[in-house]
């Protein structure tokens, strides 16, 4: 059994989330362009075992579009005191990762575990290409159409055919618009720089990234297993960045094993 909420967020917005199952607290984070239905092949089963709460990020899915600049590691921290807890484990995705990140090195005594699934993580310079260069100019003109074609040509390899098509190019195009306007007053990320002080976590920690996925990706994975202290990285064949719904049985399995 599930239950709906708003989140209220300390600028007055607010957030959907769920929340199903008991056991400790797990929170998965999204990534960015997408939202909290990327773990809805994910969720049922881990909810059998813990107390699971996902959320849209601002602006994205069902939560409400910024009207200011927001900051998604205090969304995080809104989401936890709401739902009343101390502390829970982390699993994150792309954008999602990097937020569990950051949220971890500014709160560790919050963090029981972390998850880092295709993780992208704040203070990474990342190389020049065509492809950066077409997002930067599909968000300049707020070319949601544009944005979206990248999205799912760049991060959905495997394409519509493979496992979670139908749903993955359904989110990215519903949640473009609302993307360009999410990441037009999302502030913090630029300040932070989370890959110089990957050596400080110590929550036990599991990165994981898919054989398909942007090869910046795989750097980053490779880093993050090195950097983070005793961390444990797994490369999972036939899924590219949206790897919660192109194999999500292995996913799961990786993840009850890493939250008992």
Partial sequence: MSTDSEVPTPDGGHLWAERRGAG?????????????????????????????????????????????TFDDVEDLRAVLDHFDLDHAALVGLSMGGETALDFTLAHPERVTALALVGASVSGHDWPPS???????EARR????????DLELSVWAALGHTAPGGTLIETMVRENATRRITSEHHLAGAPARN????????TAPTLVVHGTH???????????????IPDARHHVLPNADHYLPLRTPNHLTALLLTHLA
């Fill in 194 to 201: 989370a890959e110089s002080q990957l050596a400080r976590i």
């Fill in 24 to 68: 400790r607290p797990v929170v998965l984070l999204h990534g960015s362009g997408m939202d909290s239905r990327l773990w809805d092949a994910v969720a049922p089963e881990l909810s059998r075992h813990h107390d699971v709460i996902r959320y849209d990020a601002r602006g994205l899915g069902r939560s409400a579009p910024p009207e200011r």
């Fill in 213 to 227: 996925d942007h090869p910046e990706i795989a750097a980053i994975a490779a880093r993050l297993a090195t950097d």
């Fill in 141 to 148: 003109q707020g070319d949601a159409t544009a944005l979206a």
């Fill in 130 to 136: 065509p492809e950066t260069s077409a997002y930067t």
